[in-house]
């Protein structure tokens, strides 16, 4: 197919002008000491790696070198193995109710410090503050908060009376929300009995170390948390250690089915919360203007490093270029730049092997005959970005209709009838999230039925909570967490 131009067109009502926003940024200073260099969080102390190895994390938006942080070692996740085993047998006897106190403990805490937490995630990850002040925080607190309310009622949660805990849980998270992922795996792990070792993502070590500090803080009994910084090396020697019982990892679709394959034969309990690609599906009747901010809100929140991001717009066709007028509109008024300014909508893209990966997607998008279509929007000097961005003329067979792009990156996909929808929509190999705009009660519920995904989401998107369950189908995954869900996964039912 012939390469069709790709178009940039001015902003029909420009982020600037008469109403402009004044620059409104929060204190870097808020995120507290960066230490030059940080070791592991073992038995309740901060300790140095065993090897010489040492990784940088950098401020996406500045390429500024922040710390430098240990790449642990086999030796290390040995150590912190050891030290969640012998704080097991304590912390698995406690009542739930005190368990349950310091899990209440460390919620307040994070909500005292969520500032500089808030702070800390920004230039860690180069996700704009609004999002996490707004959103990442709250929900670590909530998910604190909710699992610390489970803790002194397993026997009722419906998996049997007196339900165990497993031991120990070998935790392996992402970059995207990189202390929200933390809360997702280690408040239900706790909250069961179990004590953790945690291994952060490389390129964004930091909260999860300030964390450490808050178990301190909270009092927390030493070895029930542990934090082993380092690379996919470290997650390796984590997942097939031979005295973790459990395994729990979020990223990638590949590493996902590398450690199901290490796993498998062993009596390892694991879940995975791998890609997606999800659908977000605007019938003719939808509220357009409300579909456009969930389109928005589906694909540009968190530069659209989601697992769960709405990347496939499937619009009816009678409406589609109402929809895409509309949405086009909207887009030029995202303000893209520095993650600390109050005002900015899409942050900075986490690393420079992120940006080149979406940008790599983007160019075979081009390759094969989509038209991209991105605002006028200057884009800072130094740091990682990428426009937001739209393909019209996409057709299912394309990379950018069937990958991952994990990046601001939207590919708009139409259909005349449900049926077709349910179709496109499912024709993909993930299933994590879909979504759905209509007005008409009967045609969510039917669309929910049919759409294989874990999450299914009408007239909103990107909503979550604690208390609802979260996983995938197919190549996304399996388990639950969040919700009554998540406690099966901690627990030997
Ligand atoms: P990734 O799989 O490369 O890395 C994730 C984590 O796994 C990192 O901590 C990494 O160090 C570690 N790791 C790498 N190789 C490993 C190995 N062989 N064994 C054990 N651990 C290993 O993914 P990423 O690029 O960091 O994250 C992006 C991906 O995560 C996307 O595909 C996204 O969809 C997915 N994600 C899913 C969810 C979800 O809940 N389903 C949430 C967030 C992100």
Redesign the pocket.
């Known amino acids: 197919m012939a390469k069709k131009k790709n178009t940039e067109e001015p902003a029909a009502k420009p982020a600037g002008g008469l109403f402009a926003y004044a620059p409104a940024p929060e204190s870097p200073a808020a995120a507290g000491d960066i230490a030059g260099s940080y070791g592991h969080f073992i038995g309740g102390e901060f300790v140095d790696s065993s090897g010489k190895e040492a990784l940088k994390t950098v401020n996406p938006a500045t390429e500024q070198v922040l710390a430098e942080f240990a790449r642990g070692t086999e030796e290390d996740v040995d150590r912190a193995v050891a030290a969640a085993r012998k704080a097991f047998a304590g912390w698995s006897a406690l009542p739930g109710s005190e368990r349950a106190k310091y899990l209440f403990r460390i919620a307040r805490i994070v909500q005292e410090r969520s500032r500089e937490l808030a702070v800390l995630e920004s230039i860690d990850n180069g996700k704009p503050i609004r999002e996490t002040r707004d959103v990442d925080l709250p929900l670590v607190a909530a998910h604190f908060f909710y699992y610390a309310g489970w803790a002194d009622k397993l026997d009722h949660a419906g998996f049997g009376p007196a339900p165990k805990p497993l031991g120990v849980a070998g935790q392996?998270?992402?970059?995207?929300?990189p202390l929200l992922?933390l809360a997702?795996k280690i408040a239900p792990a706790l909250a069961t009995g179990n004590t953790v070792v945690l291994?952060?993502?490389?390129?964004t070590p930091l909260t999860a170390l300030r964390f450490a500090e808050i178990c301190r803080q909270a009092g927390l009994p030493k070895g029930v948390v542990n934090i082993v910084t380092?690379?996919?090396?470290?997650?390796?020697?984590?997942?097939?250690h031979t005295d973790v019982n459990k395994v729990a990892?979020?990223?990638?679709?590949?590493?996902?089915r590398?450690?199901a394959r290490?796993l498998a034969g062993t009596r390892k309990k694991l879940s995975?919360?791998?890609?997606?690609k999800a659908a977000n599906i605007v019938f003719d009747d939808a509220p357009i203007d409300q579909a456009v901010e969930g389109i928005v809100n589906g694909i540009f929140f968190n530069q659209g490093?989601?697992?769960?991001?709405g990347s496939r717009l499937l619009v009816q066709e009678s409406v589609q270029d109402e929809v895409l007028d509309a949405l086009k509109r909207r887009m030029a008024t995202l303000r893209v730049g520095d993650p600390l300014d109050k005002n900015t909508d899409i942050g900075a893209i986490n690393s420079a092997e992120?940006l080149a990966r979406i940008t790599a997607l983007t160019e075979a998008g081009e390759a094969e005959g989509a038209e991209r279509w991105s605002p006028a929007c200057d884009l800072p000097g130094t740091g990682f970005w990428f426009k937001p961005t739209l393909f019209t003329g996409v057709s299912q067979a394309h990379r950018i209709a069937q990958e991952?792009i994990?990046g601001p990156v939207l590919s708009v996909l139409t259909f005349r009838t449900p049926a077709e929808a349910v179709e496109k929509a499912n024709n993909t190999p993930y299933g994590?999230s879909a979504g759905i705009w209509t007005e008409k009660g009967s045609r969510i519920l039917w669309m929910a039925n049919q759409l294989r995904a874990g999450v299914v989401w009408a007239n909103t998107f990107n909503k979550f909570d604690p208390t609802s369950p979260?996983?995938?189908y197919k190549e996304?995954?399996y388990g639950r967490?969040g919700g009554r869900h998540g406690l099966e996964a901690y627990l030997d039912v």
Do not use: Y
Request: glycine share 18%; with cysteine.
């Open positions: 392996v998270i992402p970059w995207n929300f992922m997702w291994k952060p993502a490389e390129t380092g690379d996919g090396r470290t997650g390796a020697a984590l997942t097939a990892f979020t990223g990638s679709t590949p590493v996902g590398a450690i290490q995975l919360e791998l890609g997606g490093h989601v697992c769960c991001a992120q991952e994990f994590l979260f996983g995938g996304s995954g967490e």
